[in-house]
């Protein structure tokens, strides 16, 4: 994913919608289409078909459901992320359970919106994920910080971050655009996207939201500041 907005800027993003529902489908694409760096390359209305699809046609970006029939997304994300690291999964669902949201973040996800969202919303997730950057719903960001505040268990990250590497993944964290965590740090987008790449290698992560889990998890990242 990050290799693909270093290498080719001005590309479309391309798109896998998956959903059982056709005409859910349908209208996620007309809108997506309506942009003109967004492009649907594919869909899929099971886990199995999306798979194969995304092997296939190697998206950027997969608009994941929940709920389908034969294999889940929960399980459809997993394999997916096994084969293609670096592809950032959406999920788009009606479901806000908290054992959806935490099996679809530890599944790979970089991003969890519900289907109640604004289509700027939607928009603006599938260009954050497509850009490494994470994009969650509110409640559902509440979930995990909740969940993750009483919840950590620190340990040195010498080993396993430069200091700058962690300074980048804290920023990060808030939420922050690459752009902005380049004017904060004061350093460059390019070098602050290098600095990125560098800590998903290390840590074995497809996305930001599993950086800043990880983070959280090891006791990096203090929730409360966030």
């Known amino acids: 994913m990050l290799e693909h907005t270093l290498d080719t800027p001005g590309r479309p993003i391309t798109l896998l919608l998956v959903d059982d529902h056709p005409v859910v489908r349908k209208g996620t694409r007309e809108l997506l289409e309506s942009e003109s760096d967004l492009r649907v390359v594919g869909e899929a209305g099971s886990g199995e078909e999306a798979i194969a699809r995304a092997r296939e046609l190697t998206p950027d970006v997969i608009l994941m459901d929940v709920s389908m029939p034969g294999m889940n997304g929960i399980d459809a ?17 009606s479901y806000d359970d908290d054992a959806y949201v935490f099996a679809l973040l530890e599944a790979g996800a970089a991003g969890y ?17 497509a850009a490494g950057e994470s994009a969650l719903h509110p409640s559902v960001a509440r979930k995990v910080l ?81």
């Open 146 to 226: 909740e969940r993750f505040s009483t919840h950590t268990t620190p340990t040195p990250p010498e080993d396993d971050l430069s200091p700058r590497e962690l300074e980048v993944l804290r920023v990060a964290a808030t939420g922050r655009t690459n752009k902005e965590i380049a004017r904060d740090l004061d350093i460059s987008p390019r070098t602050v996207q290098v600095h990125l790449a560098n800590i998903f290698s290390k840590l074995g992560v497809g996305s930001r939201t599993e950086a800043v889990l990880y983070g959280i998890k090891r006791g990096w990242i203090d929730p409360k500041s966030l």
């Open 113 to 129: 919106l519900l289907k109640n969202a604004s289509e700027d919303d939607l928009l603006g997730a599938v260009r954050a994920v």
């Open 77 to 93: 994300t997993k394999a997916i992320k096994a084969i293609q690291p670096g592809v950032g999964v959406l999920v788009l669902t």
